[in-house]
């Protein structure tokens, strides 16, 4: 089974950029989707981007549009995120999660995804 690791996670002034990485043990492309999610202390894990596994399909949370961009590359079996323009409001854990889960013409919501990294944190300060 595919594990994630993710990496990139720190400390930035509003305004900032970080870009979070997820690097996969195993074939990455073996999964469906992946997807990056965070979890702000007191609030639910929710979904931040999601992409089509060995695609170009991808999904964003309204907040991030425009700020942030997901993207893959398979022959590193690494799933990055693109941060830019930090705000406040994006201070969290950050989380990769992948799924096997298909539905045609549907994408996943959080419950469907199954393989979790250990998360990493991102700070944005005033």
């Known amino acids: 089974q595919v594990q994630l690791v993710e990496s990139g996670g720190g400390s930035v002034q509003a305004g900032g950029s970080l870009r979070l990485s997820c690097a996969a043990s195993g074939y990455i492309s073996s999964t469906k989707f992946v997807g990056w999610f965070r979890q702000a202390p007191g609030k639910e894990r929710e979904a931040v981007a999601i992409?089509?596994?060995?695609?170009?399909?991808?999904r964003y949370r309204d907040s991030v549009k425009g700020r942030f961009t997901i993207s893959q590359d398979n022959a590193k079996n690494t799933v990055y995120l693109q941060m830019n323009n930090l705000e406040l409001e994006d201070t969290a854990m950050y989380y990769c999660?992948?799924?096997?889960?298909?539905?045609?013409?549907?994408?996943?919501?959080?419950?469907?995804?199954?393989?979790w990294g250990q998360g990493t944190q991102v700070t944005v300060s005033s």
């Open positions: 999660a992948a799924t096997n889960w298909y539905e045609r013409g549907t994408w996943p919501g959080k419950e469907r995804f199954n393989i």
């Open positions: 992409i089509v596994t060995g695609g170009r399909n991808t």
